[in-house]
T-cell receptor, first 112, second 112 residues
Framework: DAGVTQSPTHLIKTRGQHVTLRCSPI?????VSWYQQVLGQGPQFIFQ???????GRGNFPDRFSARQFPNYSSELNVNALLLGDSALYLC???????????FGDGTRLSIL | GQQVMQIPQYQHVQEGEDFTTYCNSS?????IQWYKQRPGGHPVFLIQ?????EVKKQKRLTFQFGEAKKNSSLHITATQTTDVGTYFC????????????FGKGTLLTVNP
């Protein structure tokens, strides 16, 4: 079975632009979570969605938003990009929200 | 908000030596999870501990969850070069707003 897939792999944007990152969970998993990982730090929780509803939100500004589709795939949107948004964005899926997370390879976002 | 602290930040050992990393939460956890991330890779789930005082073993790895469910440890016996990577603990406090909080991780390097 395929693991968690994320697209794109790499992305370069400039300040003020917006970006959409995509994630497809493992087949059968209904929960998707998004994390931001800065070099040398642990993943920071952004959102969790389960059955298309937001079940958890981390300490990120309103510029960050997400949604989950009927097929359980998910998008993370970031508006008005700042230099500090440069990071690896990880998507993880699980069968239920509190179950172990299965991570994708991430999207490396660079802001110029 | 909830904080999860890990020590040490770095650990360099000779192959065959033991290694331990410690994790402490500012709040009581409903469960704790451990992940390993190889350089350039994504976090990979190792184990989940749920019960107070729980101890689980995976070959050379031993995981413990404290009696108060606020601390945990990972011990590796007789390290091998394949153990190289960053080990993260991640805690979930439970509640309606799901949030998995990762520690900053312990980077383990092993000298052959």
């Amino acid at each position: 079975d395929a693991g968690v897939t994320q697209s794109p792999t790499h992305l370069i944007k400039t300040r003020g632009q917006h970006v959409t990152l995509r994630c497809s969970p493992i087949s059968g998993h209904k929960s998707v979570s998004w994390y931001q990982q800065v070099l040398g730090q642990g993943p920071q929780f952004i959102f969790q969605y389960y059955e298309k509803e937001e079940r958890g939100r981390g300490n990120f500004p309103d510029r960050f938003s997400a949604r989950q589709f009927p097929n359980y795939s998910s998008e993370l949107n970031v508006n008005a990009l700042l230099l500090g948004d440069s990071a690896l964005y990880l998507c993880a899926s699980s069968s239920r929200g509190y179950q172990p997370q299965h991570f994708g390879d991430g999207t490396r976002l660079s802001i110029l | 908000g909830q904080q999860v602290m890990q020590i040490p930040q770095y650990q360099h050992v000779q192959e065959g030596e033991d290694f331990t990393t410690y994790c402490n939460s500012s709040t009581t956890l409903s469960n704790i999870q451990w992940y390993k991330q190889r350089p350039g890779g994504h976090p990979v789930f190792l184990i989940q501990l749920v019960k107070s005082g729980e101890v689980k073993k995976q070959k050379r790895l031993t995981f413990q969850f404290g009696e108060a469910k606020k601390n945990s440890s990972l011990h590796i016996t007789a390290t091998q070069t394949t153990d190289v990577g960053t080990y993260f603990c991640a805690g979930d406090s439970g509640g309606s707003n799901y949030k998995l909080t990762f520690g900053k991780g312990t980077l383990l390097t092993v000298n052959p």
